[in-house]
């Protein structure tokens, strides 16, 4: 990369034409599915006509090469001289991929020594888009790994085209000053720090609210400061919580080429339908939840949706449907994958489980806890290994990567009529909406997403079964008693749950009854860790101020749940021996 090149301006050419080539790709699905749409025809034409521009303006020879040849391909498409065929979709949607590969590149190279290297790959694919035949239809084409070859050669006498790289300048200044009252860019590093000052400022105020000072005091004209500064506090943290949510549509669109591409995969015709993709949650969510979303896509694309033949036999339209659409919901975010498909086979669940040992028997197991098996890891009911999927890997990962964000995910599924799973989320993971419970003099916050419901036990529904310790029976199912006062070394807890709480949390096979001494009301907390002195602490995901100052500790359900049931399997082990 050249000495004296602009990184401020590089670093906005890669989060803008980034944007570009985003929204070229969505616009190229529309056109697969309505050839004759002329809007997506334009707006993919326009992304890659601006790439072009300003690449080439920047010194990105080879980008902006690449970007002329799909634009012309377009531009024939544009024109009527071609037809928009499935040889050519895939020849647009690869130039995309290309184009992504090339702003990765440049961003590389930003980062490290300024060397930037051209993708495997394209040489061939940029003779392959300028020669496109119809004829043909984009069949042949194969893609060797080409040498690695600098995005940046020094420019030649008569190679760039002054006069358009100006214009494209001049444009790039106009649309900069046209729009500079209505967006702003930040570095998220700023925006994190903003949220964090605010967080604390949060904390403070608490603190000062909290204070027995300020509740005992006859001064009403201070309280009512106090409280109106809370009011001001709040609202800011909104606001800036605000400026750190982006919206599912990007992810989204991913996932629509997710769906094509493995349908064209597996021989299938799918229509895929999105609802709620203008949903914000935290960005710092939206990478933690694209993976699992592109295994579950995959998954039900190529296991639950029928082959064409199979639907027909079964009385269905030969085109499946999958449907993602997110809400809200109890203060929360719920993404749901919905197909309609051939559903989870309770009997080949059962059997695999048996065979890996995951259960000993399915008597008085629900449909959903029979279900929840198949997130353990190397579970598969595939019959054969593809490409695609089978192996196994992958809902376990699924599992993984959402409760890193405090996530749950429920499944629902009839034989012949389809799958749901719904993932709940929370809109960020700075704050958390918590329920405040006390152990002893310990105060401990259980997130809100993972609570199902508390309640006081009649003796009637204890008792204590061998091989799984105390139980409790509520409508009909038989839940695990866990003491967290055992577990976390809590002293002066209450010992019988006749006299405390049980609270109900987790999901399917893993639904525990926790034990507690008392609720002291939801509450909404900044999360923060607990710092490099104390490391990490199973069980425990990170700890909150609360208003008297004092630290309380956010559980991390998922985690507390395995770490009992790691010391449960231990002491049966024992007692077997």
Same mark, same amino acid.
């Given at each position: 990369?050249?000495?004296?090149?602009?990184?401020?301006?590089?670093?906005?050419?890669?989060?803008?034409?980034?944007?570009?080539?985003?929204?070229?790709?969505?616009?190229?699905?529309?056109?697969?599915?309505?050839?004759?749409?002329?809007?997506?025809?334009?707006?993919?034409?326009?992304?890659?006509?601006?790439?072009?521009?300003?690449?080439?303006?920047?010194?990105?020879?080879?980008?902006?090469?690449?970007?002329?040849?799909?634009?012309?391909?377009?531009?024939?498409?544009? /024109?009527?001289?071609?037809?928009?065929?499935?040889?050519?979709?895939?020849?647009?949607?690869?130039?995309?991929?290309?184009?992504? /590969?090339?702003?990765?590149?440049?961003?590389?190279?930003?980062?490290?020594?300024?060397?930037?290297?051209?993708?495997?790959?394209?040489?061939?694919?940029?003779?392959?888009?300028?020669?496109?035949?119809?004829?043909?239809?984009?069949?042949?084409?194969?893609?060797?790994?080409?040498?690695?070859?600098?995005?940046?050669?020094?420019?030649?006498?008569?190679?760039?085209?002054?006069?358009?790289?100006?214009?494209?300048?001049?444009?790039? !200044?106009?649309?900069?000053?046209?729009?500079? /009252?209505?967006?702003?860019?930040?570095?998220?590093?700023?925006?994190?720090?903003?949220?964090?000052?605010?967080?604390?400022?949060?904390?403070?105020?608490?603190?000062?609210?909290?204070?027995?000072?300020?509740?005992?005091?006859?001064?009403?004209?201070?309280?009512?400061?106090?409280?109106?500064?809370?009011?001001?506090?709040?609202?800011?943290?909104?606001?800036?919580?605000?400026?750190?949510?982006?919206?599912?549509?990007?992810?989204?669109?991913?996932?629509?080429?997710?769906?094509?591409?493995?349908?064209?995969?597996?021989?299938?015709?799918?229509?895929?339908?999105?609802?709620?993709?203008?949903?914000?949650?935290?960005?710092?969510?939206?990478?933690?939840?694209?993976?699992?979303?592109?295994?579950?896509?995959?998954?039900?694309?190529?296991?639950?949706?029928?082959?064409?033949?199979?639907?027909?036999?079964?009385?269905?339209?030969?085109?499946?449907?999958?449907?993602?659409?997110?809400?809200?919901?109890?203060?929360?975010?719920?993404?749901?994958?919905?197909?309609?498909?051939?559903?989870?086979?309770?009997?080949?669940?059962?059997?695999?489980?048996?065979?890996?040992?995951?259960?000993?028997?399915?008597?008085?197991?629900?449909?959903?806890?029979?279900?929840?098996?198949?997130?353990?890891?190397?579970?598969?009911?595939?019959? !054969?290994?593809?490409?695609?999927?089978?192996?196994?890997?992958?809902?376990?990962?699924?599992?993984?990567?959402?409760?890193?964000?405090?996530?749950?995910?429920?499944?629902?599924?009839?034989?012949?009529?389809?799958?749901?799973?719904?993932?709940?989320?929370?809109?960020?993971?700075?704050?958390?909406?918590?329920?405040?419970?006390?152990?002893?003099?310990?105060?401990?916050?259980?997130?809100?997403?993972?609570?199902?419901?508390?309640?006081?036990?009649?003796?009637?529904?204890?008792?204590?079964?061998?091989?799984?310790?105390?139980?409790?029976?509520?409508?009909?199912?038989?839940?695990?008693?866990?003491?967290?006062?055992?577990?976390?070394?809590?002293?002066?807890?209450?010992?019988?749950?006749?006299?405390?709480?049980?609270?109900?949390?987790?999901?399917?096979?893993?639904?525990?009854?926790?034990?507690?001494?008392?609720?002291?009301?939801?509450?909404?907390?900044?999360?923060?860790?607990?710092?490099?002195?104390?490391?990490?602490?199973?069980?425990?995901?990170?700890?909150?101020?609360?208003?008297?100052?004092?630290?309380?500790?956010?559980? /991390?359900?998922?985690?507390?749940?395995?770490?009992?049931?790691?010391?449960?399997?231990?002491?049966?082990?024992?007692?077997?021996?």
């Amino acid at each position: 990369m050249a000495d004296d090149v602009d990184r401020d301006l590089l670093s906005d050419f890669i989060a803008e034409s980034g944007e570009c080539v985003t929204n070229s790709e969505s616009a190229l699905l529309q056109l697969e599915e309505n050839p004759t749409d002329e809007e997506a025809v334009n707006t993919v034409f326009r992304a890659f006509h601006t790439v072009k521009g300003t690449s080439a303006f920047l010194g990105l020879t080879r980008v902006a090469e690449f970007a002329h040849e799909a634009e012309s391909l377009l531009s024939r498409v544009r /024109d009527k001289e071609i037809s928009y065929t499935r040889g050519c979709a895939d020849l647009s949607l690869r130039s995309v991929d290309m184009l992504k /590969d090339l702003l990765a590149a440049v961003e590389k190279a930003l980062a490290s020594d300024g060397r930037c290297l051209l993708p495997a790959g394209y040489d061939e694919l940029k003779d392959a888009v300028a020669g496109y035949d119809p004829a043909r239809d984009g069949n042949g084409v194969t893609l060797a790994v080409a040498a690695s070859e600098d995005i940046f050669p020094v420019a030649r006498d008569g190679e760039a085209d002054a006069p358009a790289a100006a214009g494209q300048q001049a444009n790039a !200044k106009a649309r900069t000053e046209s729009s500079g /009252d209505a967006t702003i860019r930040v570095r998220t590093d700023r925006l994190d720090r903003l949220i964090d000052m605010v967080g604390e400022l949060v904390i403070a105020q608490t603190i000062i609210a909290g204070d027995d000072t300020i509740d005992s005091t006859t001064q009403h004209e201070l309280q009512r400061k106090v409280t109106h500064a809370g009011k001001i506090v709040r609202e800011l943290q909104d606001l800036s919580m605000s400026m750190r949510m982006v919206p599912l549509r990007p992810t989204f669109q991913k996932l629509a080429r997710v769906v094509r591409d493995t349908a064209a995969k597996a021989g299938k015709t799918v229509q895929f339908i999105t609802e709620g993709d203008d949903v914000e949650i935290d960005r710092n969510m939206v990478d933690r939840l694209s993976d699992p979303l592109v295994h579950m896509v995959r998954n039900a694309v190529d296991h639950g949706v029928e082959p064409p033949q199979e639907r027909q036999a079964n009385g269905k339209a030969p085109m499946g449907i999958v449907r993602l659409r997110a809400y809200h919901a109890s203060g929360n975010v719920v993404v749901e994958l919905i197909d309609d498909g051939r559903g989870l086979h309770r009997e080949k669940i059962v059997k695999k489980g048996l065979e890996k040992k995951l259960i000993e028997t399915d008597k008085g197991m629900s449909d959903s806890d029979v279900f929840n098996l198949i997130f353990a890891p190397g579970f598969s009911t595939a019959e !054969k290994v593809t490409d695609i999927s089978g192996r196994g890997v992958g809902m376990d990962v699924v599992r993984r990567n959402l409760e890193v964000i405090r996530g749950r995910i429920d499944i629902t599924s009839a034989p012949g009529h389809g799958t749901t799973f719904a993932i709940r989320l929370p809109l960020t993971l700075a704050v958390t909406d918590g329920m405040l419970v006390r152990v002893g003099q310990e105060r401990f916050i259980v997130p809100l997403t993972h609570i199902h419901m508390s309640f006081r036990p009649e003796p009637s529904m204890l008792s204590t079964v061998a091989g799984k310790g105390e139980v409790v029976l509520l409508r009909g199912e038989l839940m695990p008693i866990v003491r967290l006062h055992r577990l976390f070394g809590v002293d002066d807890a209450v010992q019988s749950p006749l006299d405390g709480l049980l609270m109900i949390v987790g999901d399917g096979n893993r639904r525990t009854a926790l034990l507690v001494d008392d609720l002291l009301g939801q509450q909404q907390v900044v999360a923060k860790t607990l710092g490099e002195g104390l490391g990490k602490v199973p069980g425990v995901s990170g700890g909150a101020i609360l208003g008297d100052g004092r630290v309380g500790l956010i559980l /991390d359900v998922n985690e507390t749940l395995s770490l009992v049931q790691t010391d449960d399997d231990s002491a049966h082990r024992r007692t077997a021996a």
